[in-house]
């Protein structure tokens, strides 16, 4: 078929053949198949969907446009994290030591942070020397002798998405089910992984509104895993506030590692020990979630998650001194309060607009050129349910350039919702879907 003949049956709600889909996608790599093409297909898709059938083939096929990475000269179940993106969300930074220091060996490729949320490679990057540029035979060898890896995308896997993702990404097809759930998928199963555990985020933060969207959503990855012989589980968490009290990227290395040590905020505390839960499980470290959490407290108490982390930041090129001694991090020059002009209970943070703030300081991108700085950021001294006075601080942020210090406090004052009553508590991990 022609790539006209191709788009006007998925116009016409036609189900589309794999080999065609195939065959489009492969040309669409090749540049045969042109941008103006592509954009067409994917808001037919848009509009009417994939079967499972034509999900399977598009992502088998986004999958294969590139280098498919076979561990399984490393010993154990490979079981990595991947989460729907969000604000102040540092698991990975404690998730993937805590799993390695109980035996689940970690391929992680991780991606950076664009607009309001952050990525976990500039995270990282804010350890003094850590390199995420690390080659696939080291990344193979790191995760066989250290138990974990964190690198970022490579050219040479699932090439196909990185073009298709910058394509959707103006073109107004990004937030549609089956194309995120191929294209998130594609690079997980592409890293070498036997299983994968979802955090799949609900809230105003995050890109599923709803948990109705959240859970189809976290339905088709986990199908597209079975149909690729890889056990998923997916926990829905809620995204209507910022993760623990830090958005920044060195600041939030501070919180990883005092989660490590246990002493960090109770929300992300709970939503990475449960997360490291379900990936104990998936790689036969432990029977059930109960024995999981134990083996979970004990390396947390006997210090070998932290010495964990503390090996991965040395194999990766960092400076372990620096976040043994965390004084030693990148520190912003200085620090301003940002008060609340009412006073009253928080009942809402908006997460996107703390991110767009946390942006304007100098913390993420705004294009993908911009330089990022590692020292500036948030500790939000108020979350949901706290009560303020007007006067008291509602976060603390760490400066650099205070050039765009007047819109940074005016988002982050808006960002906060006030109200006359403690809104009631909801649980941090709505469901959980296997
Ligand atoms: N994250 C991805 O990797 N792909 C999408 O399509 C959306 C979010």
Not at 130 to 144: A, C, H, N, T
Not at 151 to 160: E, F, H, K, N, S
Not at 292 to 318: C, D, M, P, S, Y
Not at 326 to 350: H, Y
Request: aromatic share 4%; charged share 25%.
């Amino acid at each position: 078929m022609r790539p006209y003949e191709v788009i006007k049956a998925k116009r016409d709600g036609l189900e589309l053949e794999p080999a065609v889909i195939r065959s489009f996608l492969d040309s669409y790599v090749k540049g045969d198949v042109t941008d103006y093409q592509m954009s067409a297909m994917t808001m037919a898709i848009f509009f009417r969907g994939l079967s499972a059938r034509e999900l399977g083939a598009w992502t088998r096929a986004m999958l294969e446009s590139g280098e498919v990475l076979d561990l399984s000269d490393s010993p154990g179940v490979k079981v990595d994290k991947h989460s729907t993106g969000g604000v102040g969300d540092k698991v990975s930074l404690s998730l993937a030591p805590l799993a390695a220091a109980c035996g689940v060996p970690v391929p992680m490729i991780s991606g950076r942070g664009l607009g309001h949320t952050g990525g976990t490679l500039d995270k990282l990057e804010a350890i003094p020397g850590f390199r995420v540029d690390l080659q696939i035979p080291d990344y193979r060898r790191l995760v066989r002798e250290v138990g974990a890896c964190l690198i970022g995308q490579t050219a040479t896997l699932a090439p196909a998405d990185k073009k298709l993702y910058a394509l959707r990404d103006v073109t107004a097809t990004v937030d549609c089910i089956p194309l995120i759930a191929s294209s998130i998928m594609s690079k997980k199963l592409a890293e070498g992984i036997d299983a994968l555990v979802l955090d799949v985020k609900v809230g105003s933060g995050a890109f599923m509104k709803t948990l109705d969207d959240a859970r189809t959503l976290a339905r088709t990855m986990i199908g597209i895993g079975g149909e690729m012989g890889k056990q998923v589980v997916a926990l829905l968490t809620d995204m209507d506030q910022p993760l623990g009290r830090t958005v920044g990227n060195a600041l939030e290395v501070k919180e990883a590692v005092e989660m490590l040590r246990g002493q960090a905020p109770a929300d992300y505390t709970e939503l990475t020990l449960a997360l490291t839960a379900e990936m104990l499980v998936l790689g036969k470290q432990a029977r059930t979630i109960d024995e999981a959490r134990t083996r979970l407290g004990e390396v947390i108490r006997n210090g070998a998650a932290e010495r964990k982390f503390h090996e991965i930041v040395r194999a990766q090129g960092g400076d372990p001194a620096a976040i043994a001694d965390l004084s030693r991090l990148p520190r912003a020059a200085k620090t301003v309060a940002i008060t609340s002009e009412r006073g009253g209970f928080v009942t809402g943070i908006d997460s996107e607009a703390i991110g767009l703030a946390a942006m304007a300081l100098g913390a993420g991108r705004e294009k993908t050129s911009d330089v990022i700085d590692p020292a500036v950021g948030f500790v939000l001294e108020r979350k949901l349910g706290d009560r303020v006075a007007a006067g008291e601080a509602l976060v603390t942020a760490h400066v650099n350039d205070e050039r765009r210090l007047d819109e940074v406090k005016q988002r982050v004052r808006s960002a906060y919702r006030l109200g006359a009553d403690a809104p009631a508590r909801r649980s941090l991990v709505l469901e959980r879907l296997s």
